[in-house]
């Protein structure tokens, strides 16, 4: 049981370029989230999903585009990468209910150079 | 605006208790979620309170005060595999989930 995957785990990029981080989960869930965790700073909210086809901006969505082309795939692109990117990424899945659980991914660290 | 402030860090003792506090003030209140994040590591589900109260699981409790704007978790027994951030997370009116940046638990023998 997969769970929630992220590819890749590591990256480095130049400014400049571009790049798409994968999330894939085998729940069945309907929502997925992208989100960044900085040192001292909470988890925050890039974009998000509430279904195939559809997607959100949350709180820091400049710089990032998302798609839902799939129920069980939600991809992160950086168009034009930028060292203020430089973070560790988290992607997460949950069912529809109000108390529905986040189950993460284990992560992708990319530093922006 | 909306806030969730926890302590940045704290220190507990092998064996003993530790109480990590949580309050928050947001647009709305659909419950409240405490999730355990090991460094390097992506965070796992502890609990979630919606009702005032209590609710225990092993080890672990977590308590929520609606009225105060308010929820801790409290360890048991501590271990030193409890060393790790424990972050809070209320979802607000819209549904989305607000964190706080984690409390970072060092455990000592």
């Known amino acids: 049981n997969a769970g929630v995957t992220q590819t890749p785990k590591f990256r480095v990029l130049k400014t400049g370029q571009s790049m798409t981080l994968l999330c894939a989960q085998d729940?069945?869930?309907?929502?997925m989230y992208w989100y960044r965790q900085d040192p001292g700073m909470g988890l925050r909210l890039i974009h998000y999903?509430?279904?195939?086809?559809?997607?959100a901006k949350g709180e820091v969505p400049d710089g990032y585009n998302v798609s839902r082309l799939k129920k069980q795939n939600f991809l992160l692109g950086l168009e034009s990468a930028a060292p203020s990117q430089t973070s560790v990424y988290f992607c997460?899945?949950?069912?529809?209910?109000?108390?529905?659980?986040?189950?993460f991914g284990e992560g992708s660290r990319l530093t922006v150079l | 605006g909306q806030n969730i402030d926890q302590p940045t860090e704290m220190t507990a003792t092998e064996g003993a208790i530790v109480q990590i506090n949580c309050t928050y003030q947001?647009?709305?209140?659909?419950?409240l979620f405490w999730y355990q994040q090991h460094a390097g590591e992506a965070p796992t589900f502890l609990s979630y309170?919606?009702l005032d109260g209590l609710e225990e699981k092993g080890r672990f409790s977590s308590f929520l005060s609606r009225s105060k704007g308010y929820s801790y978790l409290l360890l048991k027994e501590l271990q030193m595999k409890d060393s790790a951030s424990y972050l809070c997370?209320?979802?607000?009116?819209?549904?989305?989930?607000?964190w706080g940046a984690g409390t970072k638990l060092i455990i000592k023998p």
């Open positions: 997460a899945s949950r069912t529809s209910g109000d108390s529905g659980e986040l189950f």
């Open positions: 729940m069945n869930h309907e929502y």
């Open positions: 999903s509430v279904g195939e086809g559809t997607t």
């Open positions: 947001t647009s709305g209140f659909n419950g």
């Open positions: 309170n919606v």
């Open positions: 997370a209320v979802v607000d009116s819209n549904y989305q989930l607000i």
